[in-house]
């Protein structure tokens, strides 16, 4: 069955403009969950959504936001980027909030902000 | 807080070589356990778990044993390839009852393996 799907794969933004990446979870996955990654800080916690709602926050600003549809797609937007927002952002899914699970994570999207 | 300490990398290692990358938590109650691992440009694949004290996750020649006692969970592998070279990443996800999936994970480690 198909994988978690993050698109775009790669994204060159200017210090200022907005940002919307999308991802489509595994097929019956309900829960999904953003990482943020960069060299200096790891990998670090945004958001977890499950059927439709906010269930967690990392500790991130306002400009970071998120939303999950319906269909358990998700996205999340960074508005006002600055330089520090370049990181490889990465999506995952689980079928549900049970911590056994584990998550499947996509490939990710390399954001640069220039 | 719940968090996860990892040795630091990068681990250089000789094809067929023994390895051993240690990993140690700090949680309340009775966390699940992950073995994360990273190829270059990709995203995080899920390598092994366990879920309770004592259980071993194992796959692809790695294992991993939960040792509350120690609040150890090392990832060892008998024989390494070239093609395991990545990063590979403990990480933890509290019981919280069915409320969150939330990962907390160490930094990574870095292992190459040469020919």
């Known amino acids: 069955k198909a994988g978690v799907t993050q698109t775009p794969r790669y994204l060159i933004k200017t210090r200022g403009q907005q940002v919307t990446l999308s991802c489509s979870p595994i097929s019956g996955h309900r829960s999904v969950s953003w990482y943020q990654q960069t060299p200096g800080q790891g990998l670090q916690f945004l958001f977890e959504?499950?059927?439709?709602?906010?269930?967690n926050k990392g500790n991130f600003p306002g400009r970071f936001s998120g939303r999950q549809f319906s269909n358990s797609r998700s996205e999340m937007n960074v508005s006002t980027l600055e330089l520090g927002d370049s990181a490889l952002y990465l999506c995952?899914?689980?079928?549900?909030?049970?911590?056994?699970?584990?998550?499947?994570f996509g490939s990710g999207t390399r954001l640069t902000v220039v | 807080g719940n968090s996860v300490t990892q040795m630091e990398g990068p681990v250089t290692l000789s094809e067929e070589a023994f390895l051993t990358i240690n990993c140690t938590y700090t949680?309340?109650?009775?966390?699940?356990l992950f073995w994360y691992v990273q190829y270059p440009g990709e995203g995080l694949q899920l390598l092994l778990k366990?879920?309770?004290?004592?259980d071993k996750g194992s796959n692809k020649g790695f294992e991993a044993t939960y040792r509350k006692e120690t609040t150890s969970f090392h990832l060892e592998k008998g024989s390494v390839q070239v093609s395991d070279s990545a990063v590979y990443f403990c990480a933890l996800s509290g019981n919280y009852g069915g409320a969150t999936n939330k990962l907390i994970f160490g930094t990574g480690t870095l292992l190459a393996v040469q020919p």
């Open positions: 959504y499950f059927s439709e709602t906010q269930r």
């Open positions: 995952a899914s689980s079928l549900d909030l049970r911590s056994f699970y584990g998550y499947t």
């Open positions: 949680a309340t109650g009775y966390p699940s």
């Open positions: 366990a879920t309770k004290a004592d």
